[in-house]
């Protein structure tokens, strides 16, 4: 079982920056592909970037390329989101995952607690 526990988010005017944490505990951290969701009031939870368990390979939705970065500390068992240039569009609760597809348990999917980040224009 891992835990997952979010932190950094808050308000911010637009244009700023915020920097998202997550910190695991309880498993393997290395063996977890990391993924940052978001969801806003109203609309369906939607990925906005993933990292392999090396930290090799990262994936973006299109609307955060150039202004997101994620990165993760498999030293620390951490996993950073920065955001940058953010828009009102980008105020959501954010939540971190961590999933693996284990070859007894099918895939592995964990979420944390989620952290608010609120973009004002």
């Known amino acids: 079982q891992v835990q997952l526990e979010e932190s950094g988010g808050g308000s911010v005017q637009a244009g700023g920056s915020l920097r998202l944490s997550c910190a695991a505990s309880?498993?393997?951290?290395?063996?977890?592909?990391m993924g940052w969701f978001r969801q806003a009031p109203g609309k369906e939870r939607e990925s906005v970037a993933a990292?392999?368990?090396?930290?090799?390979?990262?994936w973006y939705k299109d609307s955060v390329k150039g202004r997101f970065t994620l990165s993760r500390d498999n030293a620390k068992n951490t996993v950073t989101l920065q955001m940058n240039r953010l828009t009102s569009e980008d105020s959501a609760v954010y939540y971190c995952?961590?999933?693996?597809?284990?070859?007894?348990?099918?895939?592995?999917?964990?979420w944390g607690r989620g952290t608010q980040v609120t973009v004002s224009s």
């Open positions: 995952n961590a999933r693996r597809n284990d070859s007894v348990r099918g895939l592995e999917s964990y």
């Open positions: 309880g498993g393997t951290f290395s063996r977890y592909n």
């Open positions: 990292i392999s368990t090396r930290g090799s390979n990262t």
